[in-house]
């Protein structure tokens, strides 16, 4: 058995996914799959289209064997935190062979070499960081600059301007940016892992047009934001994934997104005084003002982000904190829990025959508590009860909004009744 890991959101699964899956496959030569996906909350600030389990079905039936929850304490936090959470949840599983990701330019050398400079931090290149984060640039910014800045003046790289100019292009682009966390937290972890990576291929991250076969999953979903016809992503989406989000949209589970959760962030944020929301993760000292400044006064979301949004802050790292307002997530608990190993749990979502497999070598390899019933869990210690009742909490904020066509299929506690998928082979 030759077990092979992925960090996904799944949002919903397409067929660049399923490329991404089978490619990834062929480059480990695994036998087994495990996909870590996030919940209900997303690394972007954002919440998903639908619900975690249908999602994750999704990627059963496309050829995923097992699909568990990534802890939402770090699929709504900053790329560093996923990644960490994720490549935790994976290495405790104490089973897997290779983890695997997309990335723009596919090319593994440079991509390790970043990561290597970013886990080590010379004292060089944190000055450099410094500087720049003393000029007002937002942190990305700030990371990148000083990155090639530290490689291009060491003295030990004699690298070409072409290959520089290789390195800042990777350093760049989103999924690039992800991927050197999940390298670089294997450093951190010290783990075992063997990392590899997939060019990309058509769509980019951030695309928003539907041509083709393959497409962004931002495209789908701005696609569905602005009409729920489904016609146009039959051909970018493997026939089960079509089928089930057909199937929700059908039931009335209609898809999700952020500015439908816009009074409850209203609500979340004039319950809190300035001293409260400084509590909350990813708030930075001094935009707390202006966000009880602007809530009494904006019209919609897209007014409170753009209000929020400024040079030092990305819509994306205004969305994040809205989120962790929303969630209530408290800095002091992702504090603790960000340098967290090994992973208190894994809590399974879907799974299919060669899964039970996986589970069951899990079992005999690793003291993980693997979940299959949530109200069977249990734990000895005080915060990693906590970090599952974070996962538990944002299933019944989302679900107000998630059940908003069925009202009267609403029952609350989502997460102790409803049990993870299986599918049969």
């Known amino acids: 058995m030759k077990i092979l890991g992925l960090v996904t959101e799944y949002n919903p699964f397409h067929n660049g996914h399923l490329y991404h899956l089978e ?20 690394q972007r600030g954002e919440p998903a289209l639908f619900d975690k389990w249908t999602r994750a079905e999704m990627a059963v039936r496309s050829g995923v064997d097992l699909v568990v929850e990534l802890p939402l304490v770090f699929s709504s936090q900053t790329a560093e935190i996923f990644a960490y959470g994720a490549v935790s949840v994976l290495d405790s599983m104490c089973c897997m062979d290779s983890l695997c990701f997309g990335s723009e330019s596919g090319n593994i050398e440079n991509l390790k070499l970043i990561s290597s400079i970013l886990a080590d931090e010379p004292f ?4 450099l960081l410094k500087e720049n984060l003393s000029s007002g640039m937002s942190f990305p910014s700030a990371r990148e600059n000083a990155l090639i800045d530290y490689i291009s003046q060491s003295p030990n790289m004699h690298l070409e301007k072409d290959e520089l100019e290789s390195i800042s292009k990777d350093i760049k682009n989103p999924n690039n940016i992800l991927g050197v966390e999940y390298i670089k937290s294997l450093i951190h972890i010290g783990s075992s892992i063997h990392p590899h990576t997939i060019k990309r291929i058509s769509a980019e991250y951030n ?15 701005e696609h569905l934001k602005s009409s729920y016809s489904m016609d146009e992503l039959e051909n970018v989406m493997p026939e089960y994934s079509f089928r089930l989000l057909e199937r929700q949209i059908s039931k009335g589970f209609l898809p999700v997104f952020d500015h439908m959760f816009f009074e409850m962030i209203l609500c979340s944020i004039i319950s809190k005084d300035a001293a409260g929301l400084c509590l909350v993760n990813e708030v930075k000292e001094g935009i707390q003002n202006a966000v009880s400044k602007y809530v009494r006064s904006c019209k919609d979301f897209e007014d409170l982000t753009s209000s ?7 819509m994306t790292s205004i969305k994040r904190m809205l989120s962790n307002i929303l969630l209530d997530i408290k800095r002091e608990d992702i504090d603790y829990f960000k340098n967290l190993h090994p992973s208190p749990y894994a809590r399974i979502l879907a799974f299919n025959e060669k899964g039970t497999q996986i589970l069951k070598k899990v079992k005999q390899n690793s003291g993980i508590q693997v979940i299959n019933k949530t109200a069977n869990a249990s734990f000895s210690a005080h915060m ?22 069925r009202r009267d299929f609403m029952d609350g506690s989502a997460d102790y009744k409803t049990s993870p998928v299986f599918v049969r082979g």
């Open 384 to 405: 990693h009860q906590k970090m599952l009742d974070y996962d538990i909490k944002s299933t019944d904020i989302y679900n107000i909004v998630y059940y908003r066509g």
């Open 207 to 221: 695309s928003t047009q539907i041509i083709g076969e393959i497409c962004s999953a931002t495209a789908i979903r």
């Open 124 to 127: 060089q290149f944190q000055c």
């Open 23 to 42: 490619e990834s496959k062929k480059i480990s030569g695994a036998t087994h799959t495990v996909a870590v996906m996030s919940g209900h909350f997303l």
């Open 308 to 314: 929020l949004k400024s040079k030092r802050y990305t």
